[in-house]
C-alpha cells in the first residue's frame, strides 16, 4: 500500500489522472473500473481534458460501472449512470460496446450479476481500478457489516448510504444498490483509492489501523498488493 498526501482535490485528481494516463499508454485494451462521485470528478476531468490535448487515443479502453443505485431510471441525474455517461462516456466517445454496467431498473439480481460477471471475466481482469470511500467505510456498495459477501451482487443499503449527495441533490430515493464484490475488486491490476470528502475522518482512521475490518469494508484493500490511497489533507487533518 502506498500511501500519498496531497493537499487539496486538484492536487489528488492531477495525481490521479497521472495514473490514469500511464495506464492507458501502457495498455490501451485496459479496462477502468469507474467509481463515481464527488471524489474521483475532478480527476476524470482532468482525464478527459489530457487526452483531448495530448490526443491520447481511447478508442479501446473499456470501462465497467463499480456501483449502482436500484429502482431510478438511467436518465436520472442521481444514478451512476447518468454520471459515467456525462463524465466520460460521451466525452470520450465510448459507445456501449465498450462499457459494462448494471441496469438500475433489473429486478432480476441473479441473472443481472451473472450476466456482469461474466462481462468482465470475457473482458479480463479489471487493469485500473478507481475507488472512492463512503462514510462509513464502505467500497463500492459493499456495506458494513458482521459478514461480507465477497461477490458481485445486490445489496441492502447502510443508512448513512442512504444519504449520499447523489441521492439526496438529485432528491431521489433508494434503499438497494448493485455492486461489485470484493473478490472482482481485490482482482485488479491496480487500484487507485481516494479518501476525500466531508465526513471522512473516522473512516479513514479505521483504514489507517491497517487492520481488516468487515466494519470498515475499506480496510480490505490492505490484502490487495498493488494499491495507491491518496489522502486528501484538505478534508481530514489525519
Ligand atoms: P463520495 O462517495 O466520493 O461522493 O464521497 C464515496 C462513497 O460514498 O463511496
Same mark, same amino acid.
Given at each position: 500500500?502506498?500511501?500519498?498526501?496531497?493537499?487539496?482535490?486538484?492536487?489528488?485528481?492531477?495525481?490521479?489522472?497521472?495514473?490514469?494516463?500511464?495506464?492507458?499508454?501502457?495498455?490501451?485494451?485496459?479496462?477502468?473500473?469507474?467509481?463515481?462521485?464527488?471524489?474521483?470528478?475532478?480527476?476524470?476531468?482532468?482525464?478527459?481534458?489530457?487526452?483531448?490535448?495530448?490526443?491520447?487515443?481511447?478508442?479501446?479502453?473499456?470501462?465497467?460501472?463499480?456501483?449502482?443505485?436500484?429502482?431510478?431510471? #438511467? @436518465? %436520472?441525474?442521481?444514478?451512476?449512470?447518468?454520471?459515467?455517461?456525462?463524465? *466520460?462516456?460521451?466525452? +470520450?466517445?465510448?459507445? !456501449?460496446?465498450?462499457?459494462?454496467?448494471?441496469?438500475?431498473?433489473?429486478?432480476?439480481?441473479?441473472?443481472?450479476?451473472?450476466?456482469?460477471?461474466?462481462?468482465?471475466?470475457?473482458?479480463?481482469?479489471?487493469?485500473?481500478?478507481?475507488?472512492?470511500?463512503?462514510?462509513?467505510?464502505?467500497?463500492?456498495?459493499?456495506?458494513?457489516?458482521?459478514?461480507?459477501?465477497?461477490?458481485?451482487?445486490?445489496?441492502?443499503?447502510?443508512?448513512?448510504?442512504?444519504?449520499?449527495?447523489?441521492? #439526496? @441533490? %438529485?432528491?431521489?430515493?433508494?434503499?438497494?444498490?448493485?455492486?461489485?464484490? *470484493?473478490?472482482?475488486? +481485490?482482482?485488479?491490476? !491496480?487500484?487507485?483509492?481516494?479518501?476525500?470528502?466531508?465526513?471522512?475522518?473516522?473512516?479513514?482512521?479505521?483504514?489507517?489501523?491497517?487492520?481488516?475490518?468487515?466494519?470498515?469494508?475499506?480496510?480490505?484493500?490492505?490484502?490487495?498488493?498493488?494499491?495507491?490511497?491518496?489522502?486528501?489533507?484538505?478534508?481530514?487533518?489525519?
Amino acid at each position: 500500500m502506498k500511501l500519498i498526501r496531497v493537499k487539496d482535490d486538484a492536487e489528488m485528481s492531477a495525481a490521479v489522472c497521472d495514473r490514469l494516463v500511464c495506464c492507458l499508454k501502457k495498455k490501451p485494451t485496459a479496462l477502468f473500473c469507474i467509481a463515481t462521485g464527488g471524489s474521483p470528478t475532478g480527476a476524470y476531468a482532468a482525464f478527459v481534458k489530457r487526452v483531448q490535448e495530448e490526443k491520447l487515443d481511447t478508442s479501446q479502453m473499456k470501462i465497467l460501472k463499480l456501483d449502482e443505485w436500484c429502482g431510478l431510471e #438511467k @436518465e %436520472n441525474p442521481a444514478t451512476c449512470e447518468s454520471y459515467i455517461q456525462t463524465h *466520460l462516456l460521451r466525452p +470520450l466517445q465510448i459507445g !456501449e460496446d465498450r462499457y459494462i454496467s448494471f441496469d438500475p431498473l433489473e429486478t432480476n439480481a441473479d441473472s443481472e450479476c451473472r450476466r456482469i460477471s461474466d462481462l468482465i471475466a470475457e473482458t479480463g481482469n479489471i487493469d485500473c481500478c478507481i475507488l472512492g470511500i463512503g462514510k462509513n467505510g464502505h467500497l463500492g456498495l459493499n456495506e458494513p457489516g458482521k459478514t461480507i459477501n465477497p461477490f458481485t451482487r445486490k445489496v441492502t443499503l447502510d443508512a448513512r448510504t442512504k444519504t449520499h449527495a447523489m441521492l #439526496k @441533490e %438529485n432528491k431521489s430515493e433508494a434503499t438497494q444498490g448493485y455492486t461489485l464484490g *470484493l473478490k472482482e475488486l +481485490l482482482a485488479s491490476e !491496480e487500484i487507485l483509492f481516494l479518501i476525500s470528502g466531508a465526513e471522512k475522518e473516522d473512516a479513514c482512521r479505521a483504514f489507517l489501523r491497517q487492520e481488516i475490518n468487515t466494519e470498515i469494508p475499506a480496510t480490505f484493500l490492505w490484502l490487495h498488493g498493488n494499491t495507491t490511497a491518496f489522502l486528501n489533507q484538505e478534508d481530514l487533518e489525519i
